[in-house]
């Protein structure tokens, strides 16, 4: 299915068949491609660069389709990667975390941190923390292979 041309977002790179391969939804998805193009937020002027995900719901385009800046596309990345460094240790606690240490890290990122921390206002947390490391850890092949090639790309990039 071809990403749409005509609407306020406008792809330069593109990747439509993603639906074949979208995690454990593949082939069943209705997320049908990526692309990273001209940011449909962008002012006369002033051009950004965004990533976006196409949803398809059969019959039309959804509104729920994503668009990120990039920066925040390599921040969720970011984030997924302490996580799942944090879930490999975490099995040394009743519940997955250290209560009375939340924040996992802080991550220095242009000139402040971003924290990485459980989330201790949600009052199911002990049970969701669980259903979170279970769900981890059922998508761990799926993972583990993008954050392989991640890697090969980002050595072959010379980091």
């Not at 976006?52 to 994503?66: F, I, M």
């Not at 923390?129 to 292979?145: H, T």
Request: charged content about 30%.
């Amino acid at each position: 299915m071809k990403i749409p041309t005509s609407l306020k977002h406008k792809p330069v790179i593109v990747s439509e068949n993603y639906e074949q391969v979208d995690g454990r939804f593949a082939r069943n998805s209705d997320a049908k491609g990526l692309s990273l193009g001209l940011a449909q937020w962008n002012d006369r002027g002033k051009v950004d660069i965004s990533a976006k995900v196409w949803r398809y719901t059969g019959e039309k385009w959804s509104r729920q389709s994503e668009e990120l800046p990039l920066h925040r596309v390599l921040d969720l990345s970011i984030l997924i990667c302490r996580t799942m460094e944090h879930f490999q240790e975490a099995y040394r606690y009743e519940n997955f975390y250290d209560p009375q240490k939340p924040v996992i890290d802080r991550i220095g990122l242009q000139g402040y941190a971003m924290t990485v921390a459980i989330c201790t206002d949600n009052d199911k947390i002990n049970e969701d923390v669980k259903l979170f490391n279970q769900a981890l850890s059922e998508d761990g092949e799926l993972i583990g292979e993008r954050l392989r090639t991640l890697s090969r790309i980002l050595k072959e990039m010379g980091y």
